[in-house]
């Protein structure tokens, strides 16, 4: 849709517009299978697809993979650690090579980025224990186009009148939201974002090494873990509670210098943790508190996936 065309809809705001793009996207991919590849499996397909690889293992898996996308059974989504471990080959020919093979059998979708996922998991949570009964899946809420990889950006302070730049800024939205992986990366070149990811594992295995010997099972280090991960849960979970308190009544939420905001917050801590531990279908509903929980003493690294 091009300017004019989000010019004559003003109403629809710029939140609304993504959150029905993503929407959208989420319902075409129903029935499709979500199968995630690290970039060691990414490079092997690129080679094979080019010729470098003749191993007949790679070119079989990369037959069934082919295959199974072309039938509408499945899809190869990328994340935003693996877009940017891509991005670390510095050589535009490899770039758009694997880029090729990625926008083939991923169909141009990448996961929402990690604080988005998050977000949207929360407030899913938030809106199902009010009652609504109206909510997307939440399958149908997670999954972005590659160029948004690693969120979204909107351009602002445009210097036109407000309904203009909304119409901009949607407009751009859509061109970048069309964009394949290898249109990115004739775009970026040999170069790499100014705030593009970059991860430093090695203080995090430091991290690992020095409290192993006060982590003695698995369920201890993931209640560790938990409890940490769920502050940040806690206060997502605010943030959406004080909007729905805004809408209906039409006034500001408690300030979070409050003894009731300080409050609240404590109640949500203490029921993501509870929840998390006690209740195993809430893993699946708050499923990246859950893995971030469950894996970053065994994986440090920065977790990406998200099991549909």
């Known amino acids: 849709m091009d300017i004019a065309a989000h010019r004559a809809n003003p109403g629809i705001s710029l939140d609304r517009h993504t959150k029905n793009r993503v929407v959208e996207l989420g319902q075409r991919l129903e029935g499709r299978t979500a199968i995630f590849l690290d970039t060691k499996f990414w490079i092997v397909l690129r080679d094979c697809s080019t010729g470098r690889n003749v191993d007949p293992a790679a070119k079989e898996l990369l037959r069934r993979l082919r295959e199974l ?69 939440l399958h149908h809420l997670v999954w972005t186009k590659v160029a948004y990889a690693l969120g979204f950006v909107h351009p602002g302070q445009t210097g036109f009148d407000a309904d203009t730049e909304l119409a901009i800024q949607k407009a751009f939205f859509d061109k970048m939201w069309d964009l394949t992986l290898e249109d990115v990366m004739q775009t970026l070149r040999g170069h790499t974002p100014p705030d593009g990811l970059d991860f430093n594992v090695s203080g995090l295995n430091d991290g690992v090494i020095q409290n192993a010997d006060q982590l003695k099972s698995f369920a201890q280090a993931y209640e560790a873990e938990l409890r940490g ?80």
């Open 69 to 137: 996308v072309r039938a509408n059974k499945a899809f190869c989504p990328i994340s935003e650690s693996t877009f940017s471990e891509f991005l670390k080959n510095r050589d535009l020919t490899s770039r758009l090579e694997i880029a090729r093979v990625v926008d083939e059998l991923s169909l141009g979708v990448s996961l929402l980025d990690h604080q988005m996922r998050l977000g949207t998991e929360i407030s899913h949570f938030v809106h199902s224990t009010e009652g609504n009964g109206d909510l997307h899946p």
């Open 229 to 308: 991960s769920v502050e940040l849960g806690a206060d997502m979970a605010m943030d959406v509670t004080g909007g729905l308190f805004r809408k209906r009544t039409g006034q500001s939420p408690p300030d979070k210098t409050t003894d009731q905001w300080q409050k609240l917050w404590k109640q949500w801590a203490n029921l993501l943790f509870l929840a998390l531990r006690k209740r195993p279908h809430i893993k699946q509903q708050l499923r990246t508190l859950h893995i971030n929980a469950a894996l970053r003493q065994t994986f440090p690294a920065p977790l990406w996936f998200w099991m549909p």
